[in-house]
Each structure stands twice: as C-alpha cells, then as structure tokens.
C-alpha cells in the first residue's frame, strides 16, 4: 500500500526590496505553500504574487502567521496575551486570504510560524485562543500543528489538524527541533533519508542516534535554506524507488 505525505514550504518571505528563499524554482516540487501573512515577513505585493505562482503549480495555499516583528523575522519573544496572539493569526489570515479569493484560489491551511508557533507549544492558553480564532473564521480550514504539544490541545476541537514532521531541521530527544539562528546548507542525502523515513516508518534519527516516533501527514522543508531546491531535488529523485505518492494534505487529514 502507497505511503501518501504531504510536503509544505515556508514562502512569500521576501518583502520591499528585500528577498529571501528561491519560491519560483521550490515550488515546483512542493504540495503545500505556507505564505507569510505581512507580520513577520512578506508585503501585499509579494503575497499577492506568491499565490498566483501556487494557483500556476497547482499548490495549496494557507497562511503562515508570525509575531509582528518583521526586525527580528519573527523569531524574537514577545509579551503577547492569548487574545492578542489570536488577533494577530486572524488578521494575518483574512488578509491572505482576501488575495486567494481575488485570484479564485481555494484557501487550504493555517501554520504559525516562529516565535509564535513557540509560544502556542508552550502555553496551552495561547494555542486555545489561536484554535478557536481560526474556527470562528472558518471551520474547514485545516492546521498544521508544529509540534505534539500543540497537536493534542487541537485534538480537543472540531478542526482538522495535520502533524508536522522536519527534515531539514535536527530534533532533540523530546522531538522538539533546534532552530538555528541562521540557516546552512544541510546535506541533501541526509535530508532524503529523514524524508523517506518519516514518510514510511513514521521515525527520524536525532543526532546522537535516539529513534523517534513523527507520525507526521505533511513534512516541511524550509524554503530559507540555502540548498532548498537541491534537497528538494534529492527527495524528488528518492521517489521513484519508493511507493510514497505526494498527496495533497487535504486528502490526509
């Protein structure tokens, strides 16, 4: 029987001048694209361009909401309450989705981003009021949870939720991930193997070589890593030796 995994990617970074990540050559080989909804990166401009090139692959579209702290790329902790935080995804996702239904783009997904998706695993009153903003908009939507903690608390609620797993990111032995400060070039094949493991065993390796269990229906690869498209090219050519078939996460979950 097939493995069906979704891959998700982390783009419409860019903003003004600025530009970050490759979007035009990663999204040919991605399912899923997390667009950034103007808090922590992105600008209507790029937002607006960057869901007409996942309508042109045929990629699901959903928001990726940061804290408003474009300074610190949305990685920097701030005091926020629950309720301020809700606000926040809420603003971020009408406004990308205002683009979407512009263009006649089904609107997929929701996927906190950053300091934001760290503080939703760590207060459980902050993830609530998140989940509930976002069903009180639309109770189709689906969430990508970040991390188990997170998973469970949405287990609770009426919302479709999808497990994340990462490939490009090292994991700690409580399957939390290390966030660099800076991305690096990863090892493309090492990549691949994580990416082929969690997708048929539903196990990664950490780096001291513990085994542990990512029962994940979508895999991120980050599109800010200098060689996304290679690692995304070594993944593709894994493929084709495997019976995993990329699917769409809405066909997952």
């Known amino acids: 029987m097939a493995h069906h995994i979704d891959i998700n990617c982390d783009m419409g970074e860019s903003f003004g001048k600025y530009t970050k990540g490759r979007d035009a050559e990663v999204m040919p080989y991605v399912t899923t694209a997390n667009i950034a909804g103007g808090y922590h990166a992105g600008d209507p401009h790029v937002m607006r361009r960057t869901v007409a090139l996942a309508d042109d692959h045929d990629v699901d579209v959903g928001v990726h909401p940061g804290l408003p702290d474009k300074l610190g790329f949305g990685r920097r902790t701030m005091d926020a309450s629950p309720e301020e935080v809700r606000d926040y995804v809420v603003y971020q996702l009408g ?89 690096t070039a990863r090892d493309p094949e090492l990549v691949a193997d994580r990416f082929i493991s969690i997708a048929t065993e539903g196990v990664v390796e950490t780096p001291s070589g513990e085994q542990l269990d990512i029962p994940a229906e979508s895999i991120c690869v980050h599109g800010d890593t200098p060689n996304v498209v290679e690692i995304l090219e070594a993944i593709h050519d894994r493929l084709d030796d495997t019976d995993i078939e990329l699917t769409s996460v809405a066909d997952i979950v």
């Open 95 to 183: 406004a990308l989705r205002a683009f979407a239904d512009q263009l006649g783009v089904p609107f997929q997904h929701v996927k906190p981003h950053g300091a934001m998706y760290t503080m939703l695993s760590e207060s459980e009153e902050h993830a609530r009021a998140v989940i509930e903003g976002i069903l009180e908009v639309d109770e189709d939507l689906i969430y990508l949870a970040t991390d188990m903690n997170i998973y469970e608390v949405a287990q609770e609620y009426p919302i479709r939720t999808a497990f994340e797993g990462y490939v490009d990111l090292d994991y700690r032995s409580d399957r939390s991930v290390v966030i660099p400060k800076e991305k």
